[in-house]
């Protein structure tokens, strides 16, 4: 059985979209044990190739059990969004430019919050406190279950 792809966008790919790539796979896991249909990629819409996540990020996912050490930034590619089953985003902002970048992306392009049917964008916390980074990842996290439920159809 091929793999669905799903893709996490933000700016730089060393917070929100490294987290969330990173929470999916442990939701993924705990949602659905020994279901491995999805396969989870992030990716930055400015991000400098090979950067390391946010210490704060770090710190936050290690909470949670989660080691995000071994992440490094990518920038998002033509390929990223042609292979994606679906591209969730942190913001509007990232979305759109997404969509002028690659208007084929129509149709399987979000924002995270939007794809739940909840709205919103989710503030950077680049820059700001661990506690910022947390709220953040806890947002994430709720919203990655509910994406990955609808995703796999079980809305």
């Known amino acids: 059985m091929k793999k669905k792809k799903l893709l ?9 979209s490294a987290m969330a790539e990173a929470l999916a ?7 659905y044990p020994g279901q491995e249909d999805i396969e989870f990629k992030s990716a930055g819409i400015a991000a400098l190739p090979g950067d390391v996540a946010s210490h704060r990020a770090i710190s936050v996912l290690e909470e949670r059990g989660i080691d995000l050490t071994g992440h490094r930034s ?42 739940v049917g909840t709205g919103g964008d989710i503030p950077d916390p680049f820059g ?6 947390r709220i953040a990842a806890g947002e994430l996290n709720a919203l990655i279950r509910d994406a990955l439920r609808k995703f796999r159809g079980q809305a």
């Open 74 to 115: 990518a920038l998002v590619s033509p390929d990223d969004i042609l292979e994606s089953n679906l591209i969730l985003t942190m913001t509007a902002a990232h979305r759109d430019m997404l969509l002028r970048l690659s208007p084929a992306a129509a149709g399987k392009t979000y924002t995270l919050a939007e794809y």
């Open 25 to 31: 796979r442990k939701a993924l896991a705990e949602l």
């Open 128 to 133: 700001l406190g661990e506690e910022i980074y």
């Open 8 to 16: 996490f966008i933000c700016t730089g790919n060393t917070c929100r």
